[in-house]
């Protein structure tokens, strides 16, 4: 017999969170708002409750959570190294394991970064909030 724990909803509403971290704060250091938009009609990292099944268990929902923040920690560094591309390749390819939709290798982000040239971008998290 093997008993296998099921995912927590604070584990999902984790993996919920590290999306929306992507969104809000890594892919507008690369992309613009049009691509971004794009992302989101792709459904690029997108889960539904189907995802949540998929990988229900514990360690599961673990691997998803290591891998988006192991990806996010790559793409947030201030200086891009060599040994970064396989760790991101691996990480990458666990998501795509796991059904998630991130259609991305390494060379796109280095390349996007030195195109991108302005940090605006509407999908950032304003810096303050003026409340009326």
């Known amino acids: 017999m093997k008993i296998v724990f099921a995912s927590t909803p604070s584990q999902e509403e984790k993996i919920s969170e590290l999306v929306q971290h992507f969104y809000s704060s890594v892919f507008p250091l690369y992309f613009s708002d049009q691509e971004i938009r794009k992302f989101e009609r792709l459904k690029v990292l997108q889960t539904t409750t189907r995802h949540f099944e998929y990988f229900g268990t514990l360690r599961e929902a673990f691997h998803v959570i290591t891998s988006l923040q192991t990806l996010i920690s790559i793409l947030e560094s201030p200086c891009q190294q060599e040994h970064y591309e396989l760790l991101f390749s691996k990480n990458a390819e666990k998501l795509k394991d796991y059904n998630l939709f991130f259609p991305f290798e390494y060379d796109q982000f280095l390349d996007a970064k ?9 999908y950032t998290k304003a810096a303050n909030e003026l409340l009326v």
């Open 114 to 122: 030195f195109l991108k040239n302005t940090n605006f971008s509407t």
